[in-house]
């Protein structure tokens, strides 16, 4: 565990928290399973308000990393094995699972210049442009979050295609099939546009997902950045 929080620091108190409680469930601190330190003990260590604390385990329980048992305490989700069919794990089979009706909302598709995490993804230094890809997510209408992904301009079948439809599926009906993804889950706070789009409260709190998708064999598919409004939405993390 981290040994302190910077009260000088700009960065909340209870996203500094979150991020260092998820560090020690990511490095196998706390392992699946384990239980983690209970709020009162959170609260004396690192000298701040239980409320503080609450609110850090709060986001992690929303973003997939512990789980609450009623009397029990606090525990890190037990990660069941990824899927080979990841489609069991896209924004809108999480959706169904909730009993929710997923949508999409185009915003915008540009062409530009592959920035050095593009390049370095895609692993083609010759690579010339991508499009950069930018809806709302809905579930049941609600809007719940902002996707913004990168892919090469060779995938020029997403010049016609339905975008308001699954990505996912845009993908393997182009022999584009997804196999696994690597996901890195931070807080960050809602701007004007995430604010206006998510119908959330200026500078709330929102999860940040950054997302590498790869097909068989490690293919690169695509990249993703998106804000996730954990108050509508659960966010799965296998």
Known sequence: ?????????????????????????????????????????????????????????TELVRAGFLIKHQGKGTFVVEKS????????????????????????????????MPNEKERAFFGEAGLKSVFHLRRLRTADSVPVALENVSVPTA????????LTRSLFEIMMENDRI??????????????DEEHRLLNVPLHSPLLLVDEKLFGEGG????????????????????
């Open 1 to 57: 565990m981290i040994e302190r929080l910077d009260m000088s620091s700009n960065v909340p108190l209870y996203q500094q928290l979150f991020m260092g409680l998820q560090s020690s469930i990511s490095s196998g601190e706390f392992a699946p399973g384990a239980r983690i330190p209970t709020e009162l003990e959170l609260s004396e260590k690192y000298g701040v308000s239980r409320i503080t604390v609450r609110k850090a385990i």
């Open 81 to 112: 094995r990824p899927e080979k069919n990841i489609r069991m794990n896209n924004f809108s089979s999480m959706c169904r699972a909730e009993g929710k009706a997923p949508g999409a909302q185009f915003l915008s598709m540009e062409i530009a």
């Open 155 to 162: 995938y020029s079948f997403l010049l016609e295609a339905d």
């Open 178 to 191: 997804p196999d696994h993804s690597q996901r890195e889950i931070s807080i960050c706070s809602a701007n």
């Open 219 to 238: 293919r690169p598919i695509y990249l993703a950045h998106n804000i996730i409004c954990s108050e509508s939405f659960h966010l799965m993390v296998v």
